[in-house]
């Protein structure tokens, strides 16, 4: 079984209908943050629950959430970490595909690599913002992932 079928059959028996993580890149750096995680029939938030998933070859337990972030953090179109400075939310909804974990990105980029301390909102490519003759930003994939290297 995949990576991607594995997590997605495991979030499912969690009955846990949508994660929701924050990303936000510049220079050579990034940030995952796992915002919030929904339970069906339960709107309030919740943590990911901390679920060993595999052992690796070399006997790392290797559990739930470090999987699905790095999962993640690899969804994004373009490298949002290294000089773009990408920022945006991902979500993660189980439910939307049977075989496969459906990731729905939103993501916007720095203008000509600028990160810098004195940025202000119009430097920054909003998908919102972009004429309908311009790729939007804004992705949606469907994520099939390999096994996890150790």
Do not use: K
Not at 43 to 54: N, Q, R, S
Not at 76 to 101: H, I, K, S
Not at 103 to 122: A, K, L, N, Q, V
């Amino acid at each position: 079984m995949e990576m991607a079928e594995r997590l997605g059959a495991i979030l499912r028996a969690l009955q846990i209908t949508e994660i929701e993580y924050s990303l936000s890149g510049g220079g050579d750096s990034g940030e995952t943050t796992l915002e919030h995680v929904t339970y069906a029939g339960d709107p309030e938030a919740h943590d990911l629950p901390d679920v060993p998933i595999f052992i690796s070859d070399s006997g790392q337990i290797r559990h739930l959430p470090e999987l699905l972030e790095a999962i993640v953090a690899d969804a994004p179109d373009g490298d949002w970490v290294n000089n773009e400075g990408g920022f945006g939310t991902v979500y993660v909804r189980p439910f939307e595909d049977e075989e496969n974990l459906s990731i729905e990105c939103d993501m916007s980029f720095r203008e000509d690599g600028d990160y810098g301390d004195d940025d202000d909102d119009d430097q920054f490519v909003d998908d919102d913002l972009i004429d309908d003759d311009d790729a939007s930003l804004a992705v949606t994939v469907d994520v099939v992932v390999g096994e996890v290297a150790p």
